[in-house]
């Protein structure tokens, strides 16, 4: 069954460093969304991304944050500087463009990217 | 772990009807039970959750069901329009004083509506 990746599954970084972390969404996948989860909290939603642009935002996502998708397979979340409260749990999701007859909207999500920021 | 179970996968109803989207969970020990409704492109947004120590809930056109003892919880939404096709999601945590274990999320249900 196909599925979406996320590498690494974990990284340590200090506080003030640039991170990236990096999505293979499931390859006839349209749409591509970040989430993050921080310890003990819900799931919050970050951004999301279609046709090589963003299509929403969360407030979350501010100048410090950036996504790419440099190819036709990865998909990127860049934090510039990070801080310790960006210490979460980062899920990458896509799903396929709903309304066609084989596309349920599913939302598919991967296993996640732990960020700890010391 | 938590495992959330939730069908259908997708559903169509007529404009008007009523849909149903179900949900187990296999941790008896969660308490919070939230539903997402995500529309195409956007982030999901919650738009009821319940809490274990009430059976049911609701909010104008949307209630929500939970069955403690049969572990499954499910979303109801009468009079169904337009506007409420999109993608919905149910989830299932833990919540303690110091904060929830993480939502566990279903695999999400798309909802079409007929017109």
């Known amino acids: 069954e196909p599925e979406v990746t996320q590498t690494p599954s974990h990284q340590v970084t200090q506080m003030g460093q640039e991170v990236i972390l990096r999505c293979v969404p499931i390859?006839?996948?349209?749409?591509f969304y970040w989430y993050r989860q921080i310890l003990g909290q819900k799931v919050e939603f970050l951004v999301s991304?279609?046709?090589?642009?963003?299509?929403?935002k969360s407030e979350i996502f501010d100048d410090q944050f950036s996504v790419e998708r440099p190819d036709g397979s990865n998909f990127t979340l860049k934090i510039r500087s990070t801080k310790l409260e960006d210490s979460a749990m980062y899920f990458c999701?896509?799903?396929?463009?709903?309304?066609?007859?084989?596309?349920?909207?599913?939302?598919?999500f991967g296993e996640g990217s732990r960020l700890t920021v010391l | 772990g938590e495992n959330v179970e939730q069908h259908p996968s997708t559903l169509s109803v007529q404009e008007g009807d009523s849909a149903v989207i179900k949900c187990t969970y296999s941790?008896?020990?969660?308490?919070?039970f939230p539903w997402y409704k995500q529309e195409l492109g956007k982030g999901p947004q919650l738009i009821i959750d319940?809490?274990?120590?009430?059976g049911e809930k609701k909010d104008q056109r949307i209630a929500v069901t939970l069955n403690k003892t049969a572990k499954h919880f499910s979303l109801h939404i009468t009079e169904t329009q337009p506007e409420d096709s999109a993608v919905y999601f149910c989830?299932?945590?833990?919540?303690?004083?110091?904060?929830?274990?993480?939502?566990?999320f279903g695999k999400g249900t798309h909802l079409i509506i007929q017109p």
């Open positions: 999701a896509s799903s396929l463009l709903a309304g066609g007859p084989m596309d349920t909207g599913e939302l598919f």
């Open positions: 390859s006839n996948h349209l749409y």
């Open positions: 991304f279609y046709n090589n642009e963003i299509s929403e």
């Open positions: 941790d008896s020990a969660s308490n919070y």
């Open positions: 319940i809490r274990s120590n009430v």
């Open positions: 989830a299932a945590s833990f919540e303690s004083g110091g904060g929830a274990d993480g939502l566990t």
